[in-house]
């Protein structure tokens, strides 16, 4: 099993600013795009992601 780390995930959702907390391996942005299209529909427009370590 790969080992995790948690990481929190800032995006807009259809031009509205969110965040999400998510286990991932390398803190990638497309790492983050599999997630965030994991929680969201296909017809949300999911853009202007950054991700950073949890505190």
């Known amino acids: 099993m790969a ?3 948690k990481y929190v995930i800032k995006y ?3 031009g509205e ?3 999400e907390f998510a286990q991932l ?3 990638t942005p ?3 795009r ?3 299209d994991a929680i969201h ?3 949300d427009v999911i853009s202007e ?3 950073s370590k949890a505190l």
Do not use: P, Y
């Open 17 to 19: 600013r969110r965040f």
């Open 49 to 51: 992601i950054s991700v």
């Open 12 to 14: 807009k959702l259809n």
């Open 30 to 32: 497309e790492e983050a």
């Open 41 to 43: 529909g296909q017809d």
């Open 25 to 27: 391996e390398n803190g």
């Open 3 to 5: 080992q995790t780390t």
């Open 34 to 36: 599999a997630a965030l």
